[in-house]
């Protein structure tokens, strides 16, 4: 694989996410049957507020559900399912990315990201899933910091952020809108 600078891995590849367990999530792959909870999710203004600012169309979904999980054959990281450790349904989806977006800061480092169904916020289930993400960055990645962008006024988020170790390093409209870009050294 040709790493990019910031990117440089440390271990072998992995072309599927690895499962990893918390208190109460099972981060793991994409699944077929994930498919129409992910799109009545990215459906809901509440959880496309602050991402995109519009609900998703469900082609536009299946689109994401798809580069989601097809980060990991290229990048050998990449986003998860946060599947509820008990029924194992889908209720929320992040984890690291690249996505090529064109703000100069993102360039060459992982971008983190997140989102859950609405139903499920304000439970400290995104801290609980980004944090056991980004212990398997730190352990499997060399990358020596991971990034995120959030939308301005995104607060919910933004104290996620600060939780798992992120500092505000600047700001981005080359998106159209503007971001705050946030940045994490390794090992938080």
Not at 133 to 159: F, M, Q
Not at 173 to 183: E, F, K, M, P
Request: charged share 25%.
């Amino acid at each position: 694989m040709t790493s990019l600078p910031g990117l440089r891995h440390v271990s072998a590849m992995f072309t599927t996410p690895p499962t990893l367990e918390t208190e109460r999530l099972r981060l793991r792959p994409h699944r077929l049957s994930d498919k129409d909870v992910h799109i009545a999710m990215w459906a809901d203004t509440r959880v496309t507020r602050f991402i995109g600012g519009e609900p998703r169309a469900p082609d536009v979904s299946w689109g994401k559900f798809l580069s989601s999980a097809g980060l990991w054959p290229v990048m050998g990281f990449g986003y998860w399912v946060f599947a509820d450790k008990a029924s194992d349904k889908l209720i929320g989806q992040g984890g690291l990315s690249y996505f090529c977006r064109g703000i100069p800061e993102l360039e060459d480092v992982p971008e983190a990201g997140w989102a859950f169904d609405a139903d499920h916020w304000g439970s400290g289930l995104a801290t609980e899933a980004m944090g056991a993400a980004l212990g398997w960055a730190d352990e499997c990645l060399d990358a020596l910091e991971v990034r995120c962008i959030i939308d301005p006024g995104h607060v919910a988020s933004e104290k996620v952020a600060a939780k798992l170790g992120f500092r505000r390093i600047g700001e981005s409209d080359a998106l159209g809108n503007v971001v705050t870009i946030y940045s994490r050294p390794k090992g938080g």
